[in-house]
């Protein structure tokens, strides 16, 4: 690890008392498909999605555990294979019991952490649906603690979507990130 990493693992948020980072396994497939089916705002992939995740992309997904390793908030993502050093990150859930908390903010800096570790990350991805200000908040903030600029762009029009109404995919770029 660099000087510049370690000094920014120093300034990255800290989890919120009762709770550690970690990456997610197989077996946390089936609680990540209830967070996401809980939120009331993710599309909900199918659970075989969920355990595929926590298989293939554990090394660019996190997950918030309780202190019995339960997990009750996650992140995942993945490396762009046409961008190798853009994390686009796929879905942000928290349970309803921990939001408010600040660990949807520290998991994003937390999957950062874990990512700069093996790959030069120098911008992040992610799409939000419109008027979703939980995420633009967070995302923006993100933006802002890593001295990077954000472009916001449509990546999926309503008409894209195959199976019915859906609001469309704006895609948050944000970068350079700064280390």
């Given amino acids: 690890m660099t000087a510049a990493q370690a ?10 008392e ?22 009331g705002t993710l599309d909900l992939n199918s659970s ?3 355990l595929l995740w926590c298989r293939d992309f554990s090394g660019t997904s996190v997950v918030a555990r309780t202190a019995d390793g339960e997990p009750v908030a996650f992140v995942t993502g993945y490396i762009r294979p ?5 994390l686009l990150v796929w879905q942000v ?17 937390g999957l950062t952490r874990q990512v700069i570790g093996r790959h030069e990350l120098t911008s992040m991805e992610t799409t939000i649906s419109p008027g979703n200000t939980a995420s633009e908040r967070l995302f923006t903030s993100y933006a802002a603690r890593h001295g990077a600029s954000v472009e916001r762009e449509v990546l999926f029009d309503t008409g ?9 995919e704006v895609l948050y770029r944000i970068g350079p990130l700064s280390f």
Avoid: N
Avoid at 7 to 16: C, H, I, R, V
């Fill in 93 to 109: 859930a928290v349970d309803a019991a921990q939001r408010g908390r600040g660990l949807a903010a520290a998991l994003l800096d």
């Fill in 160 to 168: 894209q979507f195959p199976d019915g109404p859906h609001d469309p």
């Fill in 48 to 50: 075989y999605s969920y």
């Fill in 7 to 16: 000094d920014l693992q120093a300034e990255f948020l800290e989890m919120p």
């Fill in 18 to 39: 009762g709770l550690r980072i970690d990456r997610p396994h197989v077996d946390d497939g089936a609680a990540l498909w209830r967070i996401a089916k809980d939120s």
């Fill in 82 to 86: 046409e961008r190798p050093h853009t």
